[in-house]
């Protein structure tokens, strides 16, 4: 089994912060890369960012310069920081991960069962 552990979402003031965390455990070989993506009501999931193994990183154009990713590959975890919010990064955000279990000769993605981000005006 793999899981994934999320923290720090909750109830912030437009322009706040907050910095949300994501632990994987389990049989894990190795992890190739992490990420958080989020769902809005209404609306389809969508990337927020994604970082590999090398630390390459990826960002929504919405978030490009509020929020950083950063991924602590001995501890297997990824942080999300999340500056400046506004009302509409209100959303579920799940924390994903590419891993490669013991067992596996393949990669394949895990996800987070989701925390709750609320951004009032």
């Known amino acids: 089994q793999v899981q994934l552990a999320e923290s720090g979402g909750g109830l912030v003031q437009a322009g706040g912060s907050l910095r949300l965390s994501c632990a994987a455990s389990g049989s894990i070989r190795n992890i190739n890369g992490m990420g958080w993506y989020r769902q809005a009501p209404g609306k389809e999931r969508e990337l927020v960012a994604v970082?590999?193994?090398?630390?390459?990183?990826n960002y929504a154009d919405s978030v490009e310069g509020r929020f950083a990713i950063s991924m602590d590959n001995a501890k297997n975890t990824v942080n999300l920081q999340m500056n400046s919010l506004i009302p509409s990064d209100t959303a579920v955000y799940y924390c994903?991960?590419?891993?490669?279990?013991?067992?596996?000769?393949?990669?394949?993605?895990?996800w987070g069962q989701g925390t709750q981000v609320t951004v009032s005006s």
């Open positions: 994903y991960a590419l891993v490669r279990r013991w067992d596996s000769l393949v990669t394949r993605p895990y």
């Open positions: 970082i590999n193994s090398g630390g390459n990183t």
